[in-house]
């Protein structure tokens, strides 16, 4: 079982990323559709410093605390008991190895784009994202505590939309100048952080269903038909989730597209019917 900070902490360190993707793969691909590259991760403009990266940083520095938070602070340094790993604290050691995933992107990534001793491509890099991805898939389908119940079926959502985030970022390795695929991953990340934080309100505040409890750090529910509800009203949510970011992405793309578009219709008719 886990927490309510515990869930809104990396929900926050995706929404941010996702929704930052978003618009970077929009402004890109609106300022110059020619030349679109799917990019793992998008540079602020008008900064040639450090701000530059910002992303980066944010992606690194955020899995580093998070990691410190699970390996260090949450087991207090007792990682062996009795001569043997301590099974008290499988669960932090579990997230810390998908933290230290992201970690070694977020590194990996800001070394081959600041110093000349890491030159990776950007495709390779698209795979080091999906490689990521794949260690916190595992994690939540496989998972040492093993999740049940309602608590379940919201880990079987968010594995789902993990799964979303490993296919367009190795999609975005095998089609380097797909608009669609570089926006789809940037929807796919911004969901897997709404829905950390509608896990966290659900499981651990104050959305609870009607019928359901919180004991002993589990949620259990009163009856087969309680949980049932559950689940339905966990199906709404995503559903909810899914249309705030569409209706979300439409606009931002308006806007986007009235502000930083520079390109002449006959050019942007090209790419079209070129990608028909």
């Not at 701000?51 to 938070?69: F, P, Q, R």
Request: net charge negative; hydrophobic share 50%.
């Amino acid at each position: 079982m886990g927490s309510f900070v515990g869930h809104a902490l990396p929900g926050t360190l995706f929404l941010l990323v996702g929704a930052w993707h978003i618009w970077g793969s929009m402004v890109r691909y609106v300022s110059n559709p020619m030349t679109f590259r799917v990019r793992v991760w998008n540079p602020v403009p008008g900064f040639d410093g450090r701000l530059k990266h910002l992303e980066l940083y944010v992606i690194s520095i955020g899995a580093l605390v998070d990691l410190c938070i699970e390996l260090l602070f949450a087991t207090q340094l007792k990682f062996v008991l009795g001569g043997v790993l301590n099974s008290t604290y499988l669960n932090n050691f579990e997230h810390s190895g998908m933290l230290l995933m992201f970690l070694i992107f977020g590194v990996a990534t800001l070394l081959s784009e600041r110093t000349r001793y890491l030159p990776l491509p950007e495709g390779a890099l698209c795979l080091i994202a999906s490689t990521a991805f794949c260690a916190e898939y595992l994690l939540f389908y496989f998972h040492s505590t093993t999740h049940k119940g309602l608590e379940g079926y919201y880990h079987v959502l968010l594995a789902f939309l993990i799964g979303l985030c490993i296919l367009s970022s190795i999609a975005g390795a095998l089609l380097p100048s797909s608009f669609p695929v570089d926006l789809c991953n940037g929807i796919a990340i911004t969901l897997q952080g709404i829905w950390f934080y509608q896990t966290a309100l659900v499981l651990y505040g104050p959305m609870l269903p009607a019928g359901c409890h919180l004991k002993d750090s589990n949620v259990a529910c009163h009856s087969k038909a309680n949980e049932v509800r559950g689940e339905l009203l966990a199906n709404v949510q995503l559903f909810f989730a899914v249309l705030a970011v569409l209706v979300g992405t439409i606009a931002s793309y308006g806007f986007a597209a009235s502000r930083y578009g520079n390109c002449d219709e006959p050019a942007l008719n090209s790419v079209r019917l070129d990608q028909d």
